[in-house]
């Protein structure tokens, strides 16, 4: 009884600061995978600030007519569009694209190619058969199941040497079977369609962690 308020404290304080805990255990699982690519450990924090800050930066790549001429209103905003706009935008995103395959990039010297390929193949097909347009977002897909595929294909393909392969045809499968697949079946509505952002992000990101449990 006597103990009840502060223990009430306690529990309300650990609830509040849960969302921060898991944040923070998510920057450390993807630090810890970094490494485990080969990056240095103040390198792999700087790009996992860069990805977490390029989620919100996409390039416009092109413009696309849409059946509204009414405008959109963006739920919030996103660096280099207005608020406002009557038309859809095909972009990059910064995190979700452009530094991800940097990495894949840098790791591609370190795995054979021909396993690579046959992987990113298939992990690309499975992707794109369980990815959903979402108007004004861009394309949704379970946020596990990219790495998972990966990852088995990686250690099937590649059992001595399966991070690399993992990481590149998780990556490259979730933009092309995903993305650039469906390019051509997003729905005519205004807003911006981001290759790597949105509904995607997550499973890139997530590629880089379960990755690295295979090294």
């Given at each position: 009884m006597f103990f009840l308020p502060f223990?009430?404290?306690?529990?309300?304080l650990f609830?509040?600061?849960?969302?921060?805990?898991?944040?923070l255990l998510h920057i450390q699982l993807a630090g810890a995978a970094l490494t485990k690519l080969g990056i240095a450990p103040s390198t792999a924090l700087l790009i996992i600030f860069l990805c977490l800050i390029g989620s919100a930066i996409n390039i416009p790549l092109a413009n696309r007519p849409v059946d509204s001429i009414e405008s959109f209103r963006f739920p919030f905003d996103y660096f280099g569009f207005p608020r406002m706009t009557g038309k859809q935008v095909i972009a990059i995103n910064v995190g979700g694209a452009i530094i991800p395959l940097l990495i894949c990039l840098y790791l591609l010297p370190k795995a054979p190619l021909g396993k690579i390929l046959i992987a990113t193949v298939i992990s690309s097909l499975i992707v794109h058969s369980l990815a959903r347009p979402v108007p004004a977002v861009g394309i949704a897909i379970p946020v596990f199941i990219p790495p998972l595929v990966a990852a088995a294909l990686a250690l099937i393909l590649s059992p001595r040497n399966p991070t690399p392969v993992a990481y590149i045809s998780g990556v490259l499968g979730v933009l092309i079977g995903a993305d650039l697949m469906n390019l051509g079946s997003l729905p005519s509505t205004p807003g911006i369609m981001s290759i790597g952002g949105a509904g995607v992000?997550?499973?890139?990101?997530?590629?880089g962690i379960i990755s690295a449990l295979l090294g």
């Amino acid at each position: 009884m006597f103990f009840l308020p502060f223990s009430l404290m306690l529990l309300i304080l650990f609830i509040l600061f849960l969302p921060l805990l898991f944040f923070l255990l998510h920057i450390q699982l993807a630090g810890a995978a970094l490494t485990k690519l080969g990056i240095a450990p103040s390198t792999a924090l700087l790009i996992i600030f860069l990805c977490l800050i390029g989620s919100a930066i996409n390039i416009p790549l092109a413009n696309r007519p849409v059946d509204s001429i009414e405008s959109f209103r963006f739920p919030f905003d996103y660096f280099g569009f207005p608020r406002m706009t009557g038309k859809q935008v095909i972009a990059i995103n910064v995190g979700g694209a452009i530094i991800p395959l940097l990495i894949c990039l840098y790791l591609l010297p370190k795995a054979p190619l021909g396993k690579i390929l046959i992987a990113t193949v298939i992990s690309s097909l499975i992707v794109h058969s369980l990815a959903r347009p979402v108007p004004a977002v861009g394309i949704a897909i379970p946020v596990f199941i990219p790495p998972l595929v990966a990852a088995a294909l990686a250690l099937i393909l590649s059992p001595r040497n399966p991070t690399p392969v993992a990481y590149i045809s998780g990556v490259l499968g979730v933009l092309i079977g995903a993305d650039l697949m469906n390019l051509g079946s997003l729905p005519s509505t205004p807003g911006i369609m981001s290759i790597g952002g949105a509904g995607v992000f997550d499973g890139i990101f997530m590629v880089g962690i379960i990755s690295a449990l295979l090294g």
